[in-house]
């Protein structure tokens, strides 16, 4: 295998600017005076890719751009822009003191059928460049309904079994992917992980039990974010948890998207143990609650984690 060649590749079908405001509170109905402003390029794939290269791992970056958007984007990853006619949307989040988070998300601009093909061929192409390589369907698929099963059923085809497919996203997009028999990894949260099987998880245990409900699907591998209790990973033969030491908040946007990339970091870099890669997961997604963007900035310093497989089953959890 030569190391140099991407073994992840990323696909964020609806990549946003990111504007994030931080201010001492927000207050409805209120005129404010941001204290600070960012702006950057960003997607749950994106994020992840960004947060790989921070630790010199390449994961190019699929992502659909129009001319204008591709002149205007400058990122430290290996992009990999796909263009489409439809311009970039905007997402907004406010920051209080103390970490309160408020987020507005704009809806993604469509892609046609001709766009959404070009997008999964690129995507297949480059994850064709190395052995056991993942891929990473990450963030918003927008269109719904038929067209969005449809969708899922081309992309899946054209990446082909010689693919290991992980997928972060949610609602229609997550239920369909994962009962798709085609799928090797999912990354949810407690709400959406719900969702998939339907019921209410109120305790550690009823996790457990959703994840190993999803397993019989197909799925290899499931990671459940926890928000502050920290990561879960449930496999066939094994279950492990993770929780990192107490840190100051500051954004909690983009936590996800720093643990799934923690927990590839441990696999791409052989530490392929379920409890060393749940382990980095919890480390990453903590460490980027500190940052005040919506992406990490630095991998230093990571937060001890305890990890354990003693799983507290009556634990109440939050669907936050």
Same mark, same amino acid.
């Given at each position: 295998? +030569? ?21 001492? @509170? ?34 190019p970056a699929v992502v659909p751009l129009s001319h204008s958007d591709q002149a205007s984007v400058s ?15 905007? +997402?907004?989040?406010?920051?209080? !003191? ?6 507005? +998300?704009?809806?993604?601009?469509? %892609? ?30 927008? @269109? ?30 997550? +239920? ?44 290899? !591998? ?51 143990? %379920? ?22 900035? !630095? ?22």
């Amino acid at each position: 295998m +030569n190391p140099s060649l991407p073994r992840l590749v990323t696909l964020t079908p609806a990549p946003s600017w990111d504007i994030t405001y931080s201010l001492n @509170t927000l207050e409805p109905g209120v005129v404010h005076r941001a204290q600070s402003t960012s702006r950057e390029f960003a997607g749950k794939g994106v994020n992840v890719s960004k947060a790989l290269a921070l630790a010199g791992i390449a994961a190019p970056a699929v992502v659909p751009l129009s001319h204008s958007d591709q002149a205007s984007v400058s990122v430290e990853v290996a992009l990999v822009p796909v263009l489409i006619e439809g311009q970039l949307r905007t +997402n907004v989040t406010v920051v209080e !003191t103390g970490g309160r988070t408020t987020k507005i +998300n704009q809806a993604a601009s469509p %892609l046609s059928a001709v766009e959404w093909s070009a997008l999964a061929k690129k995507t297949a192409e480059l994850g064709l460049l190395a052995e056991e390589s993942w891929v990473l369907v990450s963030g918003t698929i927008p @269109t719904s309904g038929e067209a969005l099963e449809s969708r899922l059923v081309e992309l899946i085809d054209t990446l082909g079994p010689t693919h290991r497919v992980a997928v972060d996203t949610s609602g229609e997009a997550l +239920n369909a992917l994962a009962r798709s028999g085609r799928v090797d990894l999912i990354k949810p949260n407690v709400s959406e992980l719900s969702g998939c099987v339907g019921r209410a998880l109120l305790t550690l245990g009823d996790v457990v039990d959703a994840a190993k409900e999803v397993l019989a699907w197909g799925v290899s !591998t499931v990671l459940v974010s926890l928000g502050e209790q920290g990561f879960l990973g449930v496999q066939a033969d094994e279950v492990v948890w993770a929780e990192s030491e107490r840190v100051a908040v500051v954004n909690t946007i983009g936590a996800g998207d720093a643990s799934v990339a923690g927990f590839f970091h441990a696999v791409l870099s052989g530490r392929y143990s %379920l409890a060393d890669s749940v382990a980095s997961a919890a480390a990453w997604g903590a460490l980027k609650v500190t940052q005040p963007g919506s992406q990490l900035e !630095t991998l230093q310093p990571l937060p001890r984690v305890s990890v354990r497989a003693d799983i507290d089953a009556d634990q109440p959890v939050s669907s936050d």
